[in-house]
């Protein structure tokens, strides 16, 4: 069975500093990994995703993602962090076609000025 | 353009009384239909989802079920609403095109039980 772990209830960063907010994952194929961001009482929005190819892609709003096959992770990157960037975090699983979408328990992220 | 809709946003019902949320995308065909719940805020927990119509996969027993009547409509319902369905509900599918493998969320609804 498919699952994803966020290990991290919370992340404070300052403003201007890089973030990272962590992600590991367990399927029995491969993987189909994402990242969304939820805003207070909203739907979630995409921000990037990994099916294959390079392990280091690129997503909305500055954001990036490292596929790391051996660690079984995927790691959610910003170089330098804006208090807008402050909100909940969600990595999600699947393996492919056929296959539902599982989501971690989310992080919620604070940057503060 | 494609769209989903979820309503109603917001809900406030009785222990024991009857739930029906409804879903609809537009803009596409045969989409990848899901429920998700959302408690506290938090994590997302899968309920159903339906690659077809009347096809439902159910992830979670529980209080609650869902139909696909037709191709871009998905409805949750319960008979018998329980205090621990409170919770955020969001519609998603999976598109713009098969196999994109990205989801789409609706605003969500939120249902408190008292």
């Known amino acids: 069975a498919q699952s994803v772990a966020q290990p991290e209830d919370q992340v404070n960063v300052a403003e201007g500093n890089p973030l990272t907010v962590k992600c590991t994952y367990s399927?029995?194929?491969?993987?189909?990994l994402f990242w969304y961001v939820q805003y207070p009482n909203r739907g979630l929005q995409f921000l990037l995703k990994?099916?294959?190819?390079?392990?280091l892609v690129k997503g909305s709003y500055g954001f990036e993602a490292e596929f790391n096959k051996s660690q079984t992770s995927f790691h959610l990157k910003k170089p330098s962090a804006l208090v807008s960037d402050s909100a909940l975090y969600f990595c999600?699983?699947?393996?492919?076609?056929?296959?539902?979408?599982?989501f971690g328990k989310g992080t919620r992220l604070l940057v503060k000025p | 353009s494609q769209t989903i809709h979820q309503w109603p946003a917001t809900l406030v019902q009785p222990v024991g009384s009857p739930l029906s949320l409804e879903c609809t995308v537009e803009?596409?065909?045969?989409?990848?239909l899901y429920w998700y719940r959302q408690a506290a805020g938090r994590g997302l927990q899968l309920l159903f989802y339906?690659?077809?119509?009347?096809?439902i996969s159910s992830e979670v027993p529980q209080n609650l079920s869902a139909s696909r009547p037709q191709d871009r409509q998905f409805i949750l319902s319960s008979k018998k609403l329980l205090l621990s369905d409170s919770g955020f509900y969001l519609c998603?599918?999976?598109?713009?095109?098969?196999?994109?493998?990205?989801?789409?969320f609706g605003a969500g609804s939120r249902l408190t039980v008292l």
């Open positions: 998603a599918w999976e598109g713009p095109n098969v196999g994109a493998n990205v989801l789409t």
């Open positions: 399927v029995s194929g491969n993987p189909y």
């Open positions: 990994y099916i294959t190819g390079d392990n």
């Open positions: 999600a699983v699947s393996e492919g076609q056929g296959f539902s979408f599982i």
């Open positions: 803009g596409t065909s045969n989409p990848n």
């Open positions: 339906s690659v077809g119509i009347g096809q």
